[in-house]
């Protein structure tokens, strides 16, 4: 006679109706899938703006630009050859071509020809420059570029024997979308087999390593077309898709995997097919739902961060994890109770060696032995190690992801590098932006060309050929000012510095009526540190928070909590240490297929830390739900721990595996953010899955003893949300030998004070 969990848990009570209502729950969610994904395709993506990219005084500036229309699309055809010279007549007719026939296509602007002086000849007169805007931002350029790029093509043909070549802002941002969703593609195709060989090797059977799949690919493919749906309120930035796609198939397959393995051990220790579905819907179900809060928890400090990038990360990443929980104790439920015994169909040879995943693991037992008989030194050790490993993090630069950061065989890069190489130009440039009533009066004249003779006085930290555009209505002046540096070393911020602190405030600063902002490469930077600096307190106060909080509730202890948040902060700062040393510093360039860029991408720290976080808490609560399970059954703390990590481990380390798997794809990408934020899960997740949860866990637990447990009286109030004790042990059915099933646990207890 089976027992049956408590009918007040929510898991169960969804996990209940779903199995009683299976097709109900099965094609209501294919419906929704199919809808979601149909709809959010139909709407498409609405991108966030180039503006918005900025922050700060940067971004005032670029409002200014581009509400004055100063704020196109630089393009430049490279025209190049090894026997003839500008002053030839085949070199001349190739450079009139382009200009003739660019300057026909619709929004090309500002073209300039080199025969006219107005761009850029090589000094051996072997190359030169035709230099035009393509009018709109980097959206409505990137739609727009395609006939121009086209009529460069036709030149070149009609020109063999010279190089007629196209680089710009909007070719480049062209072919970087086209290589970013080349890499999605890639990074899909990939990790269908990846995650499905590793799900076999767990399960040893086709049909059960199937069912998590589907549940994780279904819910991305949900939570990209609610995406969608939702930029149209709330912008989104073009690597969203890749973000959701990471995150959801990584906890849609985890989630599912802690379910269908609680479900395949309690029919092993004997319950019948329904009662075992309803006990792992009290326990893993539970565990899921908890996971899932604190997952949402943690991406929504990104809300916190002001920044348009970080907004629509935290939109699509609460989107599909939201999604991955329902499909978890929904779909799958109903997907259970419809194959029963037959989730172990399609057996695999050499992977079927009785039922995978059930009971205690004997390398996670005889680990955990060792670790709680010398817990003070397994503690320092590994806790030695990751500081130690976290240690380079403290070194940490971010800098921004520019062009060069793609790899050197696509053509775009081709052409990049060769135009470097011809036409040498060392530093970047910063904007000075001035808004006024009339940028022809005397006052804002008078400004401009004090600022103009302050840089010129200044050649450590600005290059001569600043120059000067006006708005058509005349109310924006835009001052491109050459600087030294790249954009993110000290010199460009040192440049700018000079700039913003003594050159603007002491010139144009001081012209009535004027609104005067700095923009540019090294101004982007600095304002996007800024700004994050500025609310990381208050992004690590709400996370920590209501991370405390969750916990707190969930497992009724104030110790449990702080020593999450630490061991989980462990993991963070090893993840930044092996980014530092790998991408920063340059080591693995030729194993990754990358070349560094001297930091590490600028949006990625935060992001890796919410993300991080959040995706640690769920092994954290699989596992200590386990443990204060069998705690409140009657066993000692230190029993709960052993017997607790020995049943769970295993599955950790499985659906960990599936989660490095699918992130360690994104380093084979082209795309260099991508290879970061590959890396940085990978290592991450695979810290947290082996030494937190496998050494430093279990050696705290048994350091801290009962106090693991400890509620102050004062915090008795605190509602009771459910706990695994819901779940009572299956009594009846016998355990198959060696699985030390739940049969062999204590009957309840009444929790301890």
Known sequence: MDSHPSSHNLAARMARWSSKHRKKAFWGWLAFVVLAFAIGQSVGQNLISDVDNFNGESHRAEVALDQAGLRPQSETVFIQSDRYTVKDPQFKAAVQDVTSHVRNVAYVQNVKS??????????????????????????????????????????????PDLAVEEIGDASANKAVNETITDDLASAGMLS??????????????????????????????????????????????????????????????????????????????????????????????????????????????????????FISFAMGTIIVVAVAVFASLTVLPAMLSWLGDRVEKGRVPLLS?????????????????????????????????????????????????????????????????????????????ATVVMKVDDVKAGGPTTGIAALVDAVDRNPKYFKHGTELIESKD????????????????????????????????????????????VTGDAAASEDFRTNLDSRLPLIFAFVFGLAFLLMLITFRSIVIPIKTILLNLLSVGAAYGVLVIVFQNGNGESILGFESNGGV?????????????????????????????????????????????????????????????????????????????????????????????????????????????????????????????????????????????????????????
């Open 601 to 753: 991408t600028n949006w990625l720290p935060l992001f890796l830390f919410v993300v991080l976080f959040g995706l640690s808490m769920d092994y954290h609560v699989f596992i200590l739900s386990r443990v204060r399970e069998l705690y409140d059954r009657g066993m000692s703390t230190d029993e709960a721990v052993r017997r607790g990590i020995a049943t769970t481990a295993g599955t950790v380390t499985s659906a960990a595996a599936v989660m490095v798997g699918v992130f360690l794809v994104f380093v084979t990408l082209q795309f260099l953010d991508f290879k970061e934020l590959g890396l940085g899960l990978a290592v991450a997740v695979l810290i947290d899955a082996t030494i937190i949860r496998g050494v430093m866990l279990p050696a705290a637990m048994k350091l801290l003893g009962d106090w693991n447990w400890y509620l102050p009286s004062w915090l008795e109030w605190l509602p009771r949300i459910g706990g695994e004790v819901d779940a009572p042990p299956a009594g009846q059915g016998p355990p198959s030998a060696g699985e030390g099933g739940p049969s062999e646990e204590p009957q309840p207890a009444p929790v301890p004070a």
């Open 474 to 517: 005349d109310t924006v002046a835009q001052i491109n000012i050459p600087t030294i540096g790249s954009g993110n070393d000290q010199a460009s911020f040192d440049a700018l510095n000079k700039l913003r602190d003594d050159i603007v405030p002491a010139t144009v600063g001081k012209v009535e009526g004027a609104s005067v902002n």
């Open 353 to 429: 060696r009785g039922r995978r995943g059930v009971g205690e693991s004997r390398f996670w037992s005889g680990l955990t032995g060792a670790v709680m008989r010398r817990p003070g030194l397994s503690l320092v050790v590994t806790g030695a190690l990751l500081v130690a490993l976290s240690l380079p993090a403290l070194g940490m630069k971010s800098v921004t992801s520019a062009i060069d950061q793609l790899p050197d065989d696509l053509p775009v890069i081709v052409t990049y590098n060769k135009v470097k190489e011809v036409f040498p130009q060392e530093g970047v440039t």
């Open 114 to 159: 080199p025969l006219d002086g107005e761009s850029a000849v090589s000094e051996d007169g072997h190359a030169a420059l035709v230099d035009f805007d393509v009018a709109g931002d980097s959206t409505e350029a990137k739609d727009r570029i395609d006939p121009v790029l086209a009529a460069v093509a036709a030149a070149q043909k009609r020109h």
């Open 192 to 309: 269908i087999p990846v995650t499905l060989i590793l799900l076999l090797i767990f399960f040893g059977s086709l049909v059960a390593a199937s069912v998590p799949l589907w549940i994780g690919l279904s819910s991305v493919i949900a939570a990209l077309g609610l995406a969608n749906i939702a930029s149209q309120i709330v912008p989104i930035d073009s690597n969203l898709s890749a973000v959701i796609l990471l995150i959801g198939l990584a906890v849609g397959v985890d989630y599912s995997l802690f379910y269908l393995k609680r479900e395949r051990e309690e029919r092993a220790a004997g319950r019948s097919e329904t009662a075992a579905l309803e006990a792992s819907a009290a326990t893993s179900g539970r565990a899921v739902l908890i996971s899932g809060a604190t997952v949402i928890v943690a991406m929504a400090g990104m809300f916190i961060s002001g920044d348009k990038t």
